[in-house]
């Protein structure tokens, strides 16, 4: 395997693929480099020398500057590296058509999904238990526990999943709203078979107020929905369970059907990245993300703190100039989210990005961006909407993992794709497959992940694309994800205002 790679002609920087020794020697087509230091795996190598001020490039664009003197060969880092970005931009309409590998190659592949009423398209029979308010959330728990007790293997269901979250009460203004149509939106999720909305019936959010926010969505099905006030009934938990028993019965005879992949809509997802985020997993959404688009299916790019330094190629590809002003009103509008709580904009990456090798935003927001793969960007939601239509979208939501991750499930995607190099235990309410950016981590956790692209190290990525084209259509086909096997299920609301 080699050491290293540069990964675009222009760069100025090596991107080590392990660990390199002091004393090293690189050659480049720069010429000979001899490492100064250890560089840990995805560190930067420097491949030439830099003075102070002098830019420094990946991915072919500036990922920042350096702040000393640096000679060739030195670990190129946050001690001797900073970011170019400082507040907002002004931004002019200049498109650019990428080429797309799958765009003339049709798919007639299905996938097993199941065809809901309305016409979406599910790749889960789940049963949803969604709280209105947080402090009912100790007696779902005993729901779950006597249905489960009733039905080990989740009945009728794929999996039984409890929406757990804090709020639904004591908030005001947008931050309620948002609450509020979060958990709308996971009620009508193509995902779900069947849905108990269980409320206390003192809080904000009260459930004739979720009831006609999910009637103006497209209706309800009293089969596969029910709704259940707490402080109106005797014995809550028994009517609770009564409840499932019917979701139960009205589920049992779904089964999947062939669909097109033009149904799929997947979310694209990073978080605990490294240096090699960028080179392998990324990269490989990217091309996952061409594929989908190409078959007529939708993908969806989310985390606006982390396209900050890379929006300009988000910008390019708009398909046409009223997205590009979408896009503006999307990134600058982030950036005043930020400015009116008095914080930096531009403080990222975290503690585990930085270990992993990311030394500033535009080195993240470059390697972040791949997962959109070549595509136009045909549309912009914000938080709480749905998709409306296909190929590539981007989407309102903060770079926070859960909160991100719950805004894309939110958004009627049936599965994110998310990207690690650090690793993490998390999904959200649909299943959520976690791709490993090195073989390393992939091995050490193998409960978590769920497909090692650090295999692009050595596998071409036309061939490890395939592979893992197929691995999704199998996920969407049933096939279950980590998170799912072990029972990992969450949701995360975005919190933007004033508790009472």
């Known amino acids: 395997m080699n050491q290293f790679i540069i990964l675009n002609p222009s760069d100025t920087v090596a991107v080590a693929l392990q660990d390199i020794p002091a004393g090293t020697e690189l050659k480049t087509p720069q010429g000979t480099v001899t490492t100064r230091e250890e560089v840990k795996r995805g560190h930067k190598i420097a491949l030439k020398s830099f003075a102070v001020g002098d830019n420094v490039v990946k991915y072919g664009f500036p990922i920042g500057h350096a702040t000393t003197a640096v000679a060739a060969g030195a670990w190129m880092h946050t001690q001797n590296l900073k970011t170019n970005l400082d507040g907002e931009l002004t931004y002019t309409y200049q498109p650019q058509k990428l080429p797309n590998v799958y765009a003339d190659k049709k798919d007639s592949r299905t996938f097993m999904g199941y065809k809901r009423p309305n016409g979406k398209v599910g790749i889960r029979n789940d049963l949803y238990i969604i709280p209105t308010v947080g402090c009912i959330n100790p007696l779902l728990d005993i729901v779950v526990q006597q249905f489960k007790a009733l039905h080990p293997d989740n009945g009728s269901f794929d ?112 978080g605990g990245s490294d240096g090699l985020s960028g080179v392998t997993a990324n990269p490989l959404l990217g091309q996952l993300s061409d594929f989908v688009t190409a078959q007529g299916g939708s993908t969806v790019l989310s985390e606006v703190p982390e396209m900050f330094g890379a929006e300009t190629i988000l910008m390019s590809r708009a ?12 990134i600058n509008g982030f950036k005043a989210y930020f400015e009116s709580f008095h914080q930096p904009i531009y403080e990222n990456p975290s503690p585990g990005n930085k270990e992993g090798g990311i ?105 490890l694309a395939d592979e893992f084209i197929q691995y999704i259509i199998d996920v969407a086909s049933g096939e279950k994800t980590n998170n799912e096997k072990y029972g990992i299920h969450g949701l995360a609301i975005f919190k933007t205002g004033v508790t009472e």
């Open 159 to 270: 999996n039984v999943i409890l929406l757990k979250h804090p709020y639904g009460c004591s908030q005001l203004g947008d931050d309620f709203e948002q609450t509020r149509k979060i958990l709308v939106d996971a009620a009508l999720q193509p995902n779900a078979g069947g849905v108990l909305i269980f409320g206390l019936g003192c809080e904000n959010n009260q459930m004739d107020g979720m009831e006609k926010a999910i009637e103006a969505q497209g209706g309800i099905d009293p089969q596969r929905m029910k709704f259940l006030i707490s402080q109106e009934v005797d014995d809550e938990l028994g009517l609770a369970l009564d409840y499932l028993e019917e979701l139960n019965d009205a589920a049992a005879d779904d089964v999947r059907t062939p669909q097109p992949l033009s149904e799929l809509k997947i979310g694209l997802k990073c």
């Open 319 to 330: 398909k046409d100039e009223a997205t590009f002003e979408k896009i503006v009103k999307l």
């Open 359 to 463: 030394s500033t935003l535009e080195d993240k927001s470059l390697g972040c961006t791949q997962k959109s793969g070549h595509s136009p960007v045909n549309d912009v939601l914000q938080y709480g909407e749905k998709i409306r239509q296909s190929g590539l979208t981007l989407l309102q939501s903060p770079g926070n993992d859960l909160v991100s991750s719950s805004a894309e499930a939110s958004a009627d995607c049936q599965m994110v794709l998310f990207t690690t190099g650090r690793g993490t235990p998390f999904a959200t309410y649909v299943p959520t497959v976690k791709v490993a950016s090195n073989s390393y981590i992939a091995n050490k956790k193998p409960r978590w992940i769920d497909f090692d692209a650090g295999q692009l190290l050595e596998k071409s990525m036309a061939d």
